[in-house]
């Protein structure tokens, strides 16, 4: 179950426009050790594709999204 | 700096070096006429923020390298050597820039400082010192272009939450897809942003208007552009001029983003399509009649913030003009005009780089805050993402007052039968 | 001295024009062995047709006179002078009828001109005393207007300075003389060197032979860019 995963970090970025979850995600990501999680959650609904390709082309790892009403979260485990 | 870098970075500005850039370097004889011409500069009074100081900067390195004067009298020219502080210099000179090209008009030989500000960015990729945000922005936007099918069910999920609202602003034929994706042999590719902002008012009007349109999977948005990476540049572009070519459209439209829309329609070469900014494509509906506006719609003062790469740079003047005569009595141009008009202050990739920028971006563009202040108005329209995130940060910051929209919600919002 | 004097009046002008043109040349041929720019570069909204708008930003200025009327003001007055005092020196040399169409003696203007040209330039080197222009300016930008302005001085008192000699000892005839065979390639400098006011023709064309040299290395070049760079402004 997604709601069991375990993070090391929250960031809400409820509200924020296109870029700036991205943004945030990836400065909160520096944050916490390689192999710790980052939740985050969103409203953009453009991140739905922005936070795979991010983490495609900065190597880190996306465990889980999931989908409430209009947010979206994210649990993004820091590989790189 | 060692050797092996200096060279690198030697090469690539020879890269950058085409015969108007040439130009450029070779020509100004640093009049100053350009100083209070830069928002920066006319809003805090420091001699680096002035366009030809900016130039300069680069020019002192190109003198030194490229030029006999620099080479056999650099104390004429005050031509310098390539080192830390001088890419120190390039990354204050080109991270001061907005790009907005509005001391290129006062110019008397009209030398483009977005131009030469390109190789002070591309020298600080090649030494790995630009705002690394940028970079990792054009690689998200790239890696999003690779595995696009692999997304492609996310995205048109996330699309599917937005129907609803789309159809709360138009009613559309049951059966239709009010946003549709991968339509083969559509008259218009919208390519729009991230944000729902961008693709449901558009989408709205669309289908008001009945045309055969299709949305992008890509966000139209050129980080590539803002960071001054050429090649990256053109992989983001690329991505959608291939999507065009695969569906066969006949014309690309491009949100409202002035980067983008620029990038695609004069810096990119000739393509197989048409090339319009979402504006022209509203300014085009309400002449052919296929889309009325309530002009009631909105009873307060409006005025509109004209984008630099959408008017200056890339000639959408009129038609966001002609819409507005469409939604309000009360119109008030701001002065001076469009070709004179001041920088919001947040291109050049400065709003993409965020809380980092924001206090710079505040001070400098105080002008800016004082020419929509004088309008009187309490709407300030634009088209361009960028624009109307500083445009919200000014008004904040410098309580003005108004309630910034993008022009193309408003159109969205005055739709009538 | 009369050694000196003739070194001045014949090889160094000889080398001076090589050096001229040969060096506008070199710059030009650089430029244009550089790989063109598809894009475009222009400003909207535009206008046509293109080169005629170039054409009058080149010449009239609009936006320096928007931003700045009174370096606007010095700048045109400063080359109008400049092309009327170039119209002069050709008359000295030639017999120009098409240029008589509005009678006047040779030489034009009699020093006044040198006289608007020399506050003009005064002008310019003060201009680049004060921020922001101060911070701008490098080495190069006042030698060349105190170069300039040497020329311009010593050229246009030239006739002033007659008056406290032997005034018709030499003028305008003993100077188109000396010029006509050094175009003829066969240099004789004549009576120019003797008279007491020879000292002011010969640091005029000492002067004037240096910014010859200097021209096309340095930002002097606009004069020929600016065609150009306009043209690229207005598409």
Known sequence: MTEQLNSDKELDLKGLPCPMPIVKVSKGIKDIEIGQVLKAVTTDPGSLNDFPAWARSSGNEILDTHQNGEEITFYIKRSA | ?417 | MDTIYTLILVPMVYLAFFVFFAGIIWRITALIRKPKLPTTLKIYPEKKPAILWALTDTFFLPGVRRNNPVLWFFLMVFHLCLLLLFIGHLELVWDLPMFQMIPHEIFLGNGFLGIILSVSLLFFLFRRFISPTKDLSVPEDYFVLILLFLTVIFGSEMDWARRWYAYEEMGPAEYRAYLQTLLAFKPDIGDVNISGHSFMLVLHVFFGNLFLMVFPFSNLMHSIFAIPLNKLRRG
């Open chain 2, 1 to 417: 700096m060692d050797k092996q870098l200096q060279d690198k970075l030697l090469e690539l500005f020879t890269g950058k070096l085409s015969r108007q850039v040439q130009l450029y370097l070779d020509t100004c004889s640093r009049c100053g006429v350009c100083s209070d011409t830069c928002h920066v500069y006319a809003s805090m009074p420091i001699p680096k923020y002035t366009p030809a100081y900016r130039a300069e900067v680069v020019r002192r390195i190109f003198k030194k390298y490229f030029k006999a004067q620099g080479k056999l009298l650099p104390v004429l020219g005050e031509a310098k050597i390539l080192d830390e502080t001088a890419l120190d210099e390039l990354k204050e000179a080109a991270y001061s820039c907005t790009g907005c090209r509005r001391c290129m008009v006062y110019c008397p030989f009209g030398i483009d400082t977005q131009q030469i500000m390109s190789i002070a960015k591309l020298l600080l990729i090649g030494a790995n010192s630009e705002p690394e945000i940028l970079t990792m922005l054009a690689d998200m936007s790239i890696s999003k272009g690779e595995s696009i099918e692999e997304s492609k069910e996310r995205f048109i999920e996330g699309l599917k939450r937005l129907e609803t609202d789309v159809i709360d602003k138009w009613k559309i034929k049951a059966g239709k897809t009010p946003i549709p994706t991968d339509a083969q042999n559509a008259d218009i590719l919208y390519v729009a942003l991230a944000g729902a902002h961008s693709i449901v008012p558009a989408a709205a009007i669309f289908n008001a208007a009945g045309e055969n349109w299709s949305l992008s999977f890509f966000e139209a948005v050129n980080f590539g552009a803002f960071v001054g990476d050429p090649a990256k540049t053109k992989l983001i572009s690329d991505r959608i001029v291939n999507e065009a070519k695969r569906l066969k459209v006949k014309e690309v439209s491009i949100c409202e983003c002035g980067t983008a829309f620029r990038v695609m329609k004069h810096l990119s070469g000739p393509q197989p399509f048409k090339v319009s900014s979402l504006t022209e494509v509203h300014a085009r509906y309400l002449r052919e009649g296929r889309i009325k506006l309530d002009q009631s719609k909105f009873d307060l003062p409006v005025t509109y913030h004209d984008p630099c790469q959408m008017a200056r740079n890339a000639g959408v003047i009129d038609d966001p003009r002609f819409i507005l005569q469409h939604l309000t009595d009360d119109f008030r141009e701001m002065a001076p005009d469009p070709k004179y008009n001041w920088c919001c202050g947040g291109g050049g990739g400065l709003v993409a780089l965020g809380e980092e920028t924001l206090d710079f971006r505040m001070k400098s563009a105080r002008v800016k805050a004082d020419q929509v202040k004088k309008t009187g108005a309490k709407i300030l329209a634009t088209a361009c993402e960028n624009c109307h995130t500083q445009l919200s940060d000014l008004n904040d910051h410098y309580k003005m007052n108004v309630e910034v929209k993008f022009l193309s919600s408003m159109v969205a919002d005055a739709l009538v039968h």
